[in-house]
């Protein structure tokens, strides 16, 4: 064998494993994969934690089985899935799709009923979570009644925008589009699309609010005007309905 093909060098004049050792590591046994719960961190995770004053020792992390393992959410309880509102699990099911079998979360949407299913592995990625609690409506009225928002003026900037931010899933991002909208629509007609996504953006943020102030979707939808009328919708000093309240 030629010294070339034995022994390679690379790019940065080190050298590199040679065939042999390439052929070496192929023929050695994997080791099986980890079914515990204990990993040990890499050298770099280690000096983190030292350097964060943690333990450098093994970490305790839950690690799921492909079936039987740890589940993340029980059936009957209301999740929000971002951009369909809250939904209810019904459970899980395996299902077959392009060759791969995989468990999925079977949701039923509050509003509309409808059935959709999501990896279980992947819930985590798309943002399905828990709803808010009745302790952080309080943050979501500051957001729903800030007074003058600003929103880009261009539409296909503004649209993007709001797309994004119901993409996200964040319960106070959605309150973000549903109050931008709300000030759009009382300066301005909104274009179908606009007005498609504030009906939609407004359905999600009720579905939300209802849980989690245990009432019903009409009280809900109140709940989310009342606070659009402490900001945007206020009604201006000299109108009859800012006399009236007066």
């Known amino acids: 064998m030629s010294t070339t093909s034995a022994w390679r060098v690379d790019e940065g004049g080190c050298p590199g494993p040679t065939i042999t050792d390439i052929v070496v590591r192929a023929q050695r046994p994997r080791e099986p994969p980890?079914?515990?719960?204990e990993r040990t961190p890499s050298s770099s995770t280690l000096e983190d934690r030292v350097s964060d004053g943690r333990p450098a020792g093994p970490v305790s992390?839950?690690?799921?089985?492909?079936?039987g393992g740890h589940v993340k959410f029980k059936k009957g309880e209301t999740v929000i899935y971002p951009q369909h509102g809250a939904c209810i699990v019904q459970g899980t099911q395996k299902k077959t799709m392009f060759g791969e079998t995989k468990e999925y979360l079977v949701l039923r949407s509050v509003i509309g009923e409808r059935t959709r299913s999501v990896p279980l592995d992947k819930t985590e990625d798309v943002g399905v979570r828990p709803p808010v609690s009745a302790d952080e409506l309080e943050d979501l009225v500051s957001v729903l009644s800030k007074p003058d928002p600003r929103v880009p003026s261009n539409w296909s900037r503004r649209f993007k925008n709001h797309q994004e931010k119901l993409k996200s899933g964040d319960v106070y991002q959605v309150a973000e589009v549903v109050r931008n909208l709300a000030a759009r629509n009382r300066?301005?007609?909104l274009s179908a699309a606009e007005r498609t996504m504030y009906e939609r953006a407004r359905i999600n943020l009720v579905s939300e609010i209802a849980p989690a102030l245990k009432v019903s979707t009409e009280a809900a939808e109140q709940y989310l005007d009342d606070a659009l009328a402490k900001g945007v919708l206020r009604p201006p000093k000299d109108s009859p309905e800012?006399?009236?309240g007066a």
């Open 187 to 189: 300066d301005a007609a």
């Open 61 to 67: 992390i839950p690690i799921p089985q492909p079936s």
């Open 34 to 37: 980890l079914t515990g719960v």
């Open 242 to 244: 800012a006399k009236k």
